[in-house]
């Protein structure tokens, strides 16, 4: 059966990769940096390997048996290593340990558009790493998201919901969000459809959608109103370049640089006929951001409805038993 290294299985993307692989039968091992943090990953029945994508040491064992990886790693915003030692130098010592591990596939998530943003770190490493691994001699499919939906829970749904600020750039470029479940779906079917091989595709969800479309949705579909704080984009830049002169910034400020990119107004959007054709997939079968939305707030807003039943009937119960004053 095939072996697939799924790498950054505990994150957003990784997990949903893990999860369609093993309901498609494949056999799926993750390198892992933490067993604690991945024992879900076991629990659904995949093996569990230790590895750093920083320590190069890790990977060839990582790898005996492996016929295919799926790296959908990424820097951590909260670790102390900088994207580049983990999304170039990590990512070079993986491709370079599958080349030598003879390993038959290697998909790589890149972003879309990332040639055009030479200037933000983030985008000049995927576009460096796309051009390595075409160059590596390896037969690999690149995918090109653009943004997910599960990152619209913490930057809108949850703010709205506990009527916290929610923070938007002045302008800020529409983007076609895409259901993380649509982008496994489209990575594990890469394996299996030989027109994908050495191939670069985009992959985005039927609209892009602006910050101002995606609050007015949550505000119906919440039945809140959105307290909305603009953040001026020079004051962005200032941090950046501020934060640029300390060792503990370097992190922040490249991911400040992000900021460039969605204050082009240049809409993050691509055209999916010909992928979805080519993967023999239906475009009716992806979710909608209205959907996926909508099905959020109303899994929420019951659960909401249940946990305030419960503290009535304990509030009600707990006034019969107290006991009533004589006068
Ligand atoms: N998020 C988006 O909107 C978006 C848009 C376009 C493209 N992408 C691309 O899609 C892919 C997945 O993104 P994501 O948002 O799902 O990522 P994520 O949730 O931030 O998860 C990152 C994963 O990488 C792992 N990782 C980080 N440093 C590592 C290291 N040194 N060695 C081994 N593993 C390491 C993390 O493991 P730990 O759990 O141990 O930290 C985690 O499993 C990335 O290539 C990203 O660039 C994302």
New binding site residues.
């Given amino acids: 059966m095939t072996l697939l290294l799924i ?8 997990r949903q990769v893990v999860r369609r692989a093993l309901d498609e039968g494949y056999r799926v091992r993750c ?4 067993f604690k ?2 024992a879900f990953l076991k629990e659904w029945g995949a093996e569990l390997v230790p ?4 320590d190069p040491q890790s990977l060839p064992p990582a790898l005996i048996g492996v016929t295919a990886i799926i ?6 915003p909260t ?1 102390s ?1 900088s994207i580049k ?3 170039w130098d ?1 990512k070079v010592a993986l491709i370079q340990a599958a080349k030598a591990a003879e390993v038959e596939r290697f998909i ?5 558009d990332a040639q055009n943003y030479p200037d933000v770190p ?1 985008m000049e490493i ?1 576009r460096c790493t796309e051009l390595f691994l075409s160059e590596a001699g390896l037969n690999y499919t690149i995918l ?5 939906m599960q ?1 619209l829970i913490t930057q809108y749904a949850i703010p709205i919901l506990e009527r916290q600020a929610v923070w938007v750039t002045g302008e800020s470029s529409p983007i076609a969000y895409m259901d ?1 479940q649509d982008v496994a779906k489209f990575a594990i079917r890469a394996l299996s459809v030989p027109e994908t091989e050495g191939q670069t595709f985009p992959l985005v969800g039927s609209r892009a959608w602006s910050a101002e479309e995606i609050i007015s949705l949550c505000e119906r579909l919440s039945g809140q109103e959105a307290r909305v704080t603009r953040m001026p984009l020079n004051l962005l830049r200032t941090m950046r370049h501020v934060s640029r002169f300390f060792q503990w910034g370097w992190n922040l400020a490249d991911r400040l640089a992000f900021t460039e990119v969605l204050v082009t107004g240049r809409p993050l959007n691509a055209e999916m006929d010909d992928v979805y054709r080519v993967f023999g997939l239906d475009p009716q079968e992806t979710t909608t951001l209205e959907n996926y939305l909508q099905e959020y707030f109303s899994r929420i807003l019951k659960k909401l409805k249940e946990l305030d039943y419960e503290k009535n009937k304990t509030k009600k119960q707990a006034g019969k038993r107290s006991p009533v004053k004589k006068s």
């Fill in positions: 790498v950054g299985a505990t994150g957003t993307l990784g390198l892992v940096r933490s943090k991945a590895g750093d994508l920083c790296d959908a790693a990424t820097n951590r670790d290593l030692q983990v999304d990590g790589f998530f890149s972003i879309l983030l995927k090109r998201p653009c943004g997910f990152g993380t």
